[in-house]
């Protein structure tokens, strides 16, 4: 078919269509649905028994800090990516950096700290898959109607994401201050979800 | 009005359903895209097949289109990504190519060549042969009868067969050695 006649065949069906954009709604329900899948992880898995000690301490709110922003940055960063935009490049390198921060945070900890032993953390892998279900699901949903371009970092932005909230209830649930039992049963999981995400949106998100 | 404004323009009356705003814009798009994919890809079929890809990107995601931001910048985007989609699949395809050709010798069209050329040489070989032997050797090598079935339909006994047979083999490995 010659470009004259496709731009025909466009033309002589033409519908209206509705304007799709995202705004502070969409992110403030991701916030809403990732907020209530925590309720529900710690509902199931309890909330840890000295949280009155640690609720207050600097690292605990710093480490919080970085995961709500790692969350909810990775989230409207999805929303955003799956919108064709040529200025898409900030949202990497803004999850990137808050990544790596949160990653030389637990390091720097590690280094500091007088533990050595990871501890055996597969409940709390578990449990940050399982919560990461929900606010990954939500925005892939919401995402669906637009037309993903870059399909595979916006896989990983929506595990990332997922992944994140799942992170958030285990800090809250998991008694381990240890440093190097976060480094390998919190933030890996959430590295290897991204990575999962990176490699599963080619094949789930629709290509335009 | 620039030109992105009017590009824009024309993009917010497609979204309402204006057909002629439509086809003014998908034009101008075309000459975008090609002036734009002439300087990246220097093959003219090449660069046809991505201006149709992007337009079909172009009206497939045209609900995505915020008239409050750049139309360029929107457009440009899609195309982006369409090129770098195309120089990848090009890449997959010629590196597979490659691959097929000379890294696995046993490639299906090699293969084939190799069959016709057996095929011919053997067949010329065979037709070389008296009427008899012949069509004991095709019936034993190309119908894949059994002995006891050729010598039926051939009214001669079984010895009798696997003797001819066992000739016309020898002739034909002599003639097909000073083929080869």
Request: glycine residues 4%.
């Amino acid at each position: 078919m010659s470009i004259n006649n496709l731009i025909k065949s466009f033309v002589t069906d033409l519908k209206p269509v509705k304007v799709f954009k995202y705004g502070a709604k969409d992110y403030c329900l991701i916030l809403l649905i990732g907020l209530f899948s925590i309720l529900i992880s710690l509902a199931i898995a309890g909330i840890r028994n000295d949280i009155n000690d640690i609720i207050f301490t600097k690292r605990f709110i710093f480490e919080i800090l970085i995961l709500i922003s790692l969350a909810m940055i990775s989230s409207i960063s999805a929303l955003q990516m799956s919108i064709p935009n040529i200025k898409t490049h900030y949202f990497k390198k803004i999850i990137f950096i808050n990544l790596v921060v949160w990653l030389i945070s637990i390091i720097y900890f590690f280094i500091n700290s007088e533990f050595v032993l990871a501890g055996w953390g597969f409940n709390c892998a578990q449990e940050i898959i399982l919560t990461s279900v929900i606010p990954s699901f939500s925005i892939y949903f919401i995402l669906k109607k637009a037309s993903t371009l870059n399909r595979s970092v916006v896989g990983w932005l929506i595990l990332t994401a997922g992944a994140s909230y799942g992170a958030l209830a285990a800090y809250f649930s998991c008694a381990s201050n240890n440093p190097l039992h976060i480094l390998i049963w919190h933030s890996l999981p959430v590295l290897i979800a991204g990575f999962i995400g990176f490699i599963a949106g080619n094949f789930i998100l629709k290509k335009v | 009005m620039s030109k992105g404004q009017l590009l824009s323009e024309l993009m917010k009356e497609a979204q309402a359903g204006n057909s002629t705003s439509y086809e003014t814009l998908l034009i101008e798009v075309n000459l975008i895209l090609q002036s734009y994919l002439n300087s990246k890809i220097f093959n003219k079929s090449q660069v046809d097949d991505v201006i149709q890809e992007t337009l079909m990107a172009v009206h497939k995601s045209r609900h995505t289109y915020d008239s409050n931001k750049s139309f360029m910048s929107w457009l440009l985007a899609i195309a982006h990504y369409k090129i770098s989609d195309h120089l990848r699949s090009q890449f997959k395809y010629a590196t597979q190519e490659l691959d097929d050709t000379f890294m696995d010798p046993k490639t299906d069209a090699l293969n084939s060549l190799i069959e016709n050329q057996s095929y011919q040489i053997i067949n010329q070989a065979l037709d070389e042969l008296d009427h008899r032997p012949k069509e004991i050797v095709k019936l034993l090598k190309v119908e894949g009868l059994k002995v006891t079935e050729v010598a039926a339909r051939m009214q001669l006994s079984e010895s009798n067969i696997k003797v001819i047979a066992h000739r016309a083999y020898q002739i034909l490995e002599i003639k097909l050695r000073s083929r080869l």
